[in-house]
């Protein structure tokens, strides 16, 4: 388990910047609309949320790979005159936490009043992201598995999980039980694309993708783009909604399956991260009232529900046996229904979920009273960068 | 015509796969500090110095994991085995390939010796030929038939 108080890190803007506002746009199989106007609906639900206009907006950031529109673009759209900051960062799932870092530092700092935060994406009818990774301008190390027809998400994550689950025990229920425990969760959800109850039959029933991974082992592809409205907190308690504080980031990673790196790829860059992040944080991970995890492909869980201390190594198969990632357990895990079933928007719905949790907004899903959540990217385990975000329901 | 891209390979990496064109499966080894590293990098990333050789890899190593890809569209069905082999040469080498044995990877267990063999395959839209790793279960070694080392 992980001690708080290790590591000294001096977090000069602990719970200086709040998430004010959060805006989707709907989930669909096919938009029909560009990316451009996907974020800028997903920006103006947000502002709408906050209580601020587009005027408001004196800065952007956004994550992007595959399907993507730039930000400058978003900026031009929503008419903003005097853009005060800007960040456009490269990358996926493992990168998704960088954007609203930038945006609370620079609301904390000064550089800007309100950054919007968006990811867009076409990831049904334009670009899938399955297929994203076979681009080899992404990566030179791409051209080591291409020959091999082996450079999707799910091969890359199916080669990590057979690692993993010989190294703890861990069975295909047990992975069965986190896609059943999330589509319970999808069920109260009705922004979820796929909201019908799964059973163990139907998740062992499900089709091969690329083994050990099944078809209900992976992520929904959609059309979809969500934002949030990110203001310094001083500014965010006059708005319309209970601000939501980001008490801490934190980063890191660098290795990729295959490289001189690490000879145990079943760790991850988020374990040698998560002591970080709660010492940045102040805080443990018994504080911790729902964790957003994320979730490409359900292996993913387990390995975050050790990293970031909420059980010893190679006991999340028993955590999730005992149902505490279920609503109602110890800790509730992605309580939208997750990549697996709400649907996919490249870890932002996650930190959108959180919001809307400690605002206490979430209806029959709401985690009572939670104060304190836990929003993570890709832990680290193929692209080899990770970040996470602690959250707070503002005092 | 295949589906197969051929690899793009960059400044770094392209004597690696020349090498492998020759059937030769080769790793840096710093000069330095004779650590091995692959894939083809600059600079050692334990001693830093930018000084190394090409030498030839042992080609023994274990099986780490392997997926088993199940085909989508006309090839419904179809399924191919990639596994990726953690080196004896250093541990923290591992290298993807593929396999030679059934195409729904019976019989593979992790912790398999393997050793290196090649593969031609047709890659990229001229269907050019091209060498890659195909790597099979050892020959008789120490431990014997059914040896597993993790």
Avoid at chain 2, 7 to 19: F, G, K, Q, R
Avoid at chain 2, 29 to 41: D, N
Avoid at chain 2, 91 to 103: H, S, W
């Amino acid at each position: 388990m992980i001690a708080v108080g290790e590591i000294d890190i001096g977090n000069t803007q602990r719970d200086a910047a709040a998430i004010a506002g959060v805006g989707h746009t709907e989930y669909s199989k096919n938009s029909g609309v560009t990316t451009l106007t996907l974020a800028i609906r997903a920006v103006q639900a947000a502002l709408a949320d906050a209580g601020l206009s587009q005027h408001d907006v004196d800065g952007v950031a956004c994550h992007r790979v595959g399907d993507s529109v730039d930000p400058a673009l978003v900026a031009q759209a929503l008419g903003v005159r005097d853009l005060r900051f800007v960040r456009d960062v490269f990358g996926g799932g493992s990168s998704c936490i960088a954007p609203l870092d930038a945006a609370a530092t620079a609301v904390a700092t000064g550089q800007a009043r309100c950054v919007v935060v968006w990811r867009a994406l076409n990831g049904r009818s334009g670009v899938q992201m399955a297929g994203a990774a076979s681009n080899p301008a992404l990566s030179a190390d791409a051209q080591y598995w291409l020959p091999y027809l082996h450079a999707s998400a799910p091969q890359q994550f199916a080669m990590f999980a057979r690692m993993y689950m010989h190294k703890h025990g861990l069975t295909a229920e047990d992975l069965g039980r986190v896609a059943i425990a999330q589509r319970a969760h999808a069920a109260l959800n009705p922004r979820a694309m796929m909201r019908r109850p799964i059973t163990m039959d139907d998740y062992l029933g499900s089709r091969w993708i690329a083994e050990p991974l099944r078809l209900l082992d992976c992520c929904q592809q959609n059309d979809a783009a969500v934002a949030l409205v990110v203001t310094s907190t001083a500014r965010a308690r006059d708005l319309r909604r209970t601000p939501v504080t980001i008490t801490a980031t934190a980063f890191g990673g660098g290795g990729q399956l295959a490289s001189n790196h690490r000879s145990d790829p079943t760790v991850s860059g988020a374990h040698a991260m998560a002591p970080r992040l709660y010492a940045a944080a102040g805080l443990g991970p018994d504080e911790i009232d729902l964790a957003e995890l994320y979730d490409a492909f359900t292996p993913l869980v387990p390995l975050q529900l050790e990293a970031y201390g909420f059980c010893k190594r190679g006991e999340a198969g028993h955590m999730i046996r005992e149902g505490a990632v279920r609503l109602g357990g110890v800790l509730p895990i992605n309580t939208h229904g997750g990549h697996l079933s709400e649907g996919y928007v490249h870890g932002l719905n996650h930190v959108a979920e959180a919001v809307l949790q400690l605002r206490h907004d979430c209806g029959e899903r709401q985690v009572p009273g939670a104060e304190v959540a836990l929003s993570t990217a890709q832990p680290g385990v193929n692209s080899g960068l990770t970040g996470a975000v602690i959250l707070k329901r503002a005092a | 015509m295949s589906t197969r891209p051929y690899p793009v390979t960059d400044l770094d990496s392209s004597p690696w796969w020349e090498a492998l064109q020759r059937r030769e499966f080769v790793l840096q080894s710093c000069a330095p500090c004779r650590r091995l590293r692959w894939p083809a990098r600059a600079m050692c990333n334990d001693c830093g110095s930018d000084e190394w050789t090409w030498v030839s890899a042992s080609g023994v190593g274990a099986v780490a994991s392997w997926t088993v890809t199940h085909r989508p569209g006309p090839a419904g069905g179809e399924t191919f085995v990639v596994v990726l082999v953690r080196l004896d040469d250093q541990d923290d080498i591992l290298v993807p390939g593929y396999f030679d044995g059934p195409p729904d990877g019976a019989g593979l267990t992790i912790g398999l010796p393997v050793e290196v063999g090649f593969d031609e395959v047709e890659a990229g839209d001229d269907g050019r030929r091209l060498t890659v790793l195909r790597w099979r279960r050892a020959a008789l070694r120490g431990g014997g038939p059914g040896s597993v080392r993790e």
